[in-house]
C-alpha cells in the first residue's frame, strides 16, 4: 500500500446508532477546528447480544448517547491526539452515569472519510467506533469504522450509522 492511500475497507453488517444531535455536535466540532484536525469521544452503551433488548429497533448494534469534544493535542491537519487527562475524565463521567466511552471521532479536513494508514497503526482499541467526519465536500461526510490492526487482511470494517431521531 502506498503512503496515504487509504486502506482497503469491507463493509460489515455492524450498526451504530447515533443521535442526530450529537452527529451535528460532531460536525460543528470539527468545522471549527477546520482546517486543524478535530477529535472527540463518544460515550454510550455497547449493545447486548439478541434482538429486542433495547426496547426499540430491536437491533443490536450500539448506540451513542453523547459527544465529548476534545482537544487535539497534535494541533495539525494530519494526525490528532486526544490527551489523556480529557480521556481519563470523559471515562469517569461516562462510568459515573453507567456508560462508557465507546469510541473516538476525528476529522478529515482535505482527504476522503476513510481511517488513514496512521489511524489504523495507532487505532488503541479494536473494540471501539472509529468515526470519522469528512470535511472535503460541501456536505459534511460522516462514517464509522471497526480498526482491528492485527488483522492485516482486514483491519478497516465500517459499520452502518444510523441516525436517531431528536428527542
Ligand atoms: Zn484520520
Redesign the pocket.
Do not use: K, L, M, R
Given at each position: 500500500m502506498a503512503p496515504g492511500e487509504p486502506a482497503t475497507t469491507t463493509v460489515s453488517a455492524e450498526t451504530l446508532h447515533i443521535p442526530a444531535e450529537v452527529v451535528d455536535q460532531m460536525v460543528a466540532h470539527a468545522a471549527t477546528a477546520d482546517p486543524l484536525?478535530a477529535c472527540g469521544l463518544l460515550i454510550g452503551r455497547p449493545g447486548r447480544p439478541g434482538p429486542g433488548d433495547s426496547g426499540d429497533s430491536g437491533d443490536s448494534g450500539d448506540s451513542v448517547t453523547g459527544f465529548v469534544p476534545c482537544t487535539n493535542a497534535a494541533a495539525s491537519a494530519r494526525?490528532?491526539r486526544i490527551p489523556p487527562v480529557e480521556l481519563l475524565r470523559a471515562e469517569r463521567a461516562a462510568e459515573s452515569a453507567g456508560q462508557a466511552v465507546i469510541g473516538v471521532m476525528?476529522s478529515?479536513t482535505h482527504?476522503e472519510p476513510f481511517?488513514?494508514p496512521?489511524?489504523v497503526a495507532e487505532a488503541p482499541d479494536p473494540s471501539w467506533h472509529y468515526v470519522?467526519v469528512g470535511l472535503r465536500r460541501t456536505v459534511a461526510e460522516v462514517r464509522s469504522y471497526r480498526i482491528v490492526a492485527t488483522d492485516a487482511a482486514a483491519p478497516v470494517r465500517e459499520s452502518s450509522i444510523v441516525v436517531t431521531p431528536l428527542r
Open positions: 484536525e494526525v490528532y476525528h478529515h482527504t481511517p488513514s496512521t489511524d470519522i
